[in-house]
């Protein structure tokens, strides 16, 4: 059966509805021009060739493992064991988008039950939804949650939460007119400091949003503010790297409320920014407003173990007006990568890449801190992320890396206008000292400094 979206009586119809005589009037606001341009394709290419020409193509890119590599800033150049890719790749999941029909779908749901049991265990918090679309998504519904659950209107947000995520945030409640709080970052004695967090909680604060560690790779103690915060009826959101938590203590223990993040370092390539997987977790009895869906496990009625989505609050399941969130999916398929990735490497494989991770990160932070003309301003400790501030614009810094073949660093002066001179760089446990040697040589000879 041919697919006509509209008949000629409905074409009309509508024409005649806009008072207009045809769909080509439609179009009068395009010089005429411009409209159908002639487009210079050149000839006709075999198979063969248009390979060859899209190869020569892909070959202009620095692909993240073909050099040294220091750009981290949310998005992550980890080791990926074969195994997670073979999984993804199997049909029986990358088929199931997702289960309108969970009982034809147990093992995509089974995944899901695993991949929610999986981020409970990491986060020490009680439950886990199956994913979010990313992190800057899972920290908007975060604080979505807490006004709902607490019915107030002010949101205080710490400027040590990824830049992206705050403009998330920022979209997603600056049309409802919530007071949107956000703390300062300076520069004092050569060293990044946060002020007006805690001093910015009251009474009528929904929630606050912290980062563990801070954009800037910074690992803080969290008791001050979740204390006052707690004292003060609001809600705690801790948002967390997931690699960190093989050597950092949890959210859960800290005392957080609602944990979120972005699952891409759980075995999920850079692949151009996505698509990646949001991870979003709450206390027990906070479910109810908990975006998305979850999965559970039951049993029928002769007894069998079965998976079924146990609570479903989009807006696709229930009535719109109802749901906790619009504009919420789940990632099922990336979902599955981080599942795989972490039941491969296990608590100890998860502490090992951690610790990996911290001691090259502390090995590149030394070296650089030895020439005289850089400082590192991320405050000790920090995990696997530092800034540096040079005295040269981090543009040139990073145009002079690549000349050397390396990728450098995250220019912070494109979020914080006042650290133009300031590197995020990023060291995981794929990153080795010979590279961190050269990234030394490279800033060395690019900042004119000795040491």
């Known amino acids: 059966m041919a697919f006509v979206p509209l008949t000629d009586a409905e074409r009309d119809s509508m024409l005649e509805t806009l008072g207009l005589p045809s769909t080509d009037t439609l179009f009068e606001v395009i010089p005429e021009s411009v409209r159908f341009p002639d487009i210079d394709i050149g000839p006709a290419l075999t198979e063969m060739e248009v390979t060859a020409q899209v190869e020569a193509l892909a070959e202009l890119n620095r692909p993240a493992y073909g050099a040294p590599f220091f750009l981290g800033a949310g998005a992550y150049r980890h080791f990926i064991p074969a195994a997670v890719g073979a999984l993804m790749s199997r049909s029986e999941f990358s088929t199931s988008y997702t289960p309108y029909q969970p009982e034809v779908s147990q093992g995509t749901l089974q995944m899901s039950f695993e991949f929610q049991s999986l981020i409970c ?33 002010r949101i205080v947000v710490s400027a040590g939460v990824h830049p992206h995520y705050r403009q998330a945030l920022e979209a997603y409640v600056g049309p409802r007119g919530i007071d949107l709080v956000t703390s300062e970052i300076v520069v004092e004695n050569g060293t990044l400091r946060e002020i007006g967090l805690v001093e910015a909680i009251d009474d009528r604060t929904a929630c606050c949003i912290v980062s563990q560690p801070t954009f800037f790779g910074e690992i803080r103690d969290l008791a001050e503010a979740f204390d006052k915060l707690h004292a003060a009826g609001g809600l705690a959101v801790e948002v967390y790297n997931p690699t960190s938590l093989g050597l950092l203590k949890p ?79 789940s990632q099922t398929l990336i979902s599955l990568g981080a599942a795989s990735y972490l039941a491969l490497l296990g608590p100890s494989g998860l502490r090992e890449v951690a610790e990996a991770c911290w001691h090259v990160a502390r090995y590149a932070a030394d070296q650089l801190g030895a020439i005289l003309s850089v400082e590192v301003i991320t405050p000790r400790p920090f995990f696997h992320e530092f800034a540096i501030r040079t005295p040269h614009p981090a543009r040139d810094v990073n145009n002079r890396l690549l000349e050397h073949g390396i990728i450098g660093g995250y220019e912070l002066g494109r979020a914080y206008p006042e650290l133009e001179n300031a590197l995020l760089l990023c060291c995981t446990e794929v990153t080795t000292r010979e590279q961190v040697d050269s990234l030394v040589a490279a800033v060395r000879e690019a900042v004119g400094g000795g040491g």
């Open 251 to 329: 959210p859960g223990a800290w005392g957080a409320d609602i944990a979120a993040a972005e699952g891409q370092p759980l075995g999920i390539s850079l692949s151009f920014g996505g698509p990646y997987v949001g991870l979003l977790s709450c206390r027990r009895d906070l479910v109810r407003q908990l975006p998305g869906r979850i999965v559970g496990m039951a049993k029928d009625a002769e007894g069998r173990r079965g998976f079924v989505l146990t609570l479903q609050a989009r807006e696709q399941h229930i009535r719109r007006e109802k749901a906790t969130s619009n504009i919420c999916t």
């Open 121 to 153: 265990d990491l986060t020490g918090m009680e439950v886990t939804n199956a994913s979010v679309y990313d992190g800057a998504s899972a920290v908007a519904e975060a604080a979505l949650m807490a006004l709902r659950l607490t019915g107030r209107e």
